[in-house]
């Protein structure tokens, strides 16, 4: 892996691994009892700009806390998340229970496209969420020698309701995202 990259992860980790509560600095109250069998699958794309290879960023995922779940709280939600990367590539999570972080690093260009999907379980009474109902920025963007990269973006594919593809015979289900464990 190369310097960059690697000095990237470690900074970039250390922001998430500090990141426990929701902007404000109070833990969010939020009322949600997952629905049995009802879950939710969202795709997270990103694309650099044109030309400029990027090895490392944070995706930050505002999602509809009131109507979606991730199961755990902080890095234990990280067994509903499946990053999508190259070989040599790395990622962490940290669900504050109304955004989910996730750090990305390789030691080379990150391919433009999908780089995560993530599981959520649905709100008992609550509706299916849409595209609009997610907020996705990328932050701290950079390419291998650590130079910052603008104008890199993502986008959100709030895929339809688990539960109704469930129903259809489907059972396919992402994999985890390797992390590592605790508060």
Known sequence: MKAGALCCLVLAGAAVAGATEPSGGAPAVVECTPRAGAHHTVSVAYAPPREVPVA???????????????????????????????????AASNDVDDQLEVIVASAGAIPVGTI???????????????????????????????????????TVDAQR???????????????????????
Request: hydrophobic residues 35%; glycine residues 8%.
């Open 56 to 90: 490392g960023f944070q995706v930050l995922l505002d999602y509809p806390e009131t109507r979606l779940v991730l199961p755990g709280r902080g890095r234990p939600a990280s067994d509903a998340i499946a990053a999508v990367l190259p070989p040599g590539s790395i």
């Open 116 to 154: 995560l999907t993530v599981r959520f379980e649905r709100c008992d009474g609550a509706s299916p969420p849409t595209n609009d109902d997610f907020v996705c920025r990328v932050t701290n963007a950079t390419d291998a020698f650590l130079n910052p990269v603008e104008g890199v973006t993502c």
């Open 161 to 183: 309701d688990q539960s109704d593809v469930r129903r259809r015979g489907s059972t396919a289900s992402p994999t985890a995202l390797s992390t590592s464990r605790g508060h």
